[in-house]
Structure formats: structure tokens, C-alpha cells
């Protein structure tokens, strides 16, 4: 069992940046940020290997960063230039052979 705690979501303005934590309870591998707006599927956002190499999806590209501190078994996603469609509930997940787990999800809201 793995539990993942994510911070750092909240309400800014377009233009504006927010960095969001996940905190996970053991050593993690690859790890995930999805996304899901109101009404909309799961969208993954980016990705991060166990080694550091990164992919994003490519409406973020540019603007937001993945990265880990593995001496704290936590993973960052850092927001720059955020825009209104940016809004949504942001997910960690982490894929474990046979499990997936997932963070409680923390709320960003982008105001035009």
C-alpha cells in the first residue's frame, strides 16, 4: 500500500504560477500528473521516470515542469504562464505493476 498526499493548489490569475507537491510513502518509480476539468476525461499532464526524463502533454508543454526530489519521495509539478482552461482537479498517480495508485487530488482554479 502506498499513500500519496498532494498540496499546493488554489486559486490564481491567469499568467500566474502555482507548484504542486505529491508525497509519497515509499520510494517511487515512474510517477504521473493527470488532470480532470469539470465534465472531462482524466487527461494525463505530464510524466517523470525514475531516472529524471521527462514527457508532457502538449497543451502544457513550456509552461509546466515535473521534477522529484527523490530523498523525499516527492514529485513537483511546477505552473508557469497558467491560463483559465488550465483549471481542474490535479492528480499524482503512480503505477505499480498490478496497482495504481492515487493522490486525493487538489483543486486549481485559473481566473481570467
Known amino acids: 500500500q502506498v499513500q500519496l498526499v498532494e498540496s499546493g493548489g488554489g486559486l490564481v490569475q491567469a499568467g500566474g504560477s502555482l507548484r504542486l507537491s505529491c508525497a509519497a510513502s515509499r520510494t517511487i518509480n515512474v510517477m504521473n500528473w493527470y488532470r480532470q476539468a469539470p465534465g472531462q476525461q482524466r487527461e494525463l499532464v505530464a510524466t517523470?521516470?525514475?531516472?529524471?526524463?521527462?514527457n508532457y502533454a502538449d497543451s502544457v508543454k513550456g509552461r509546466f515542469t515535473i521534477s522529484r526530489d527523490n530523498a523525499k519521495n516527492t514529485v513537483y509539478l511546477q505552473m508557469n504562464s497558467l491560463k483559465p482552461e488550465d483549471t481542474a482537479v490535479y492528480y499524482c498517480?503512480?503505477?505499480?505493476?498490478?496497482?495504481?495508485?492515487w493522490g486525493q487530488g487538489t483543486q486549481v482554479t485559473v481566473s481570467s
Open positions: 517523470i521516470s525514475s531516472g529524471g526524463s521527462t
Open positions: 498517480n503512480l503505477p505499480m505493476g498490478l496497482y495504481t495508485y
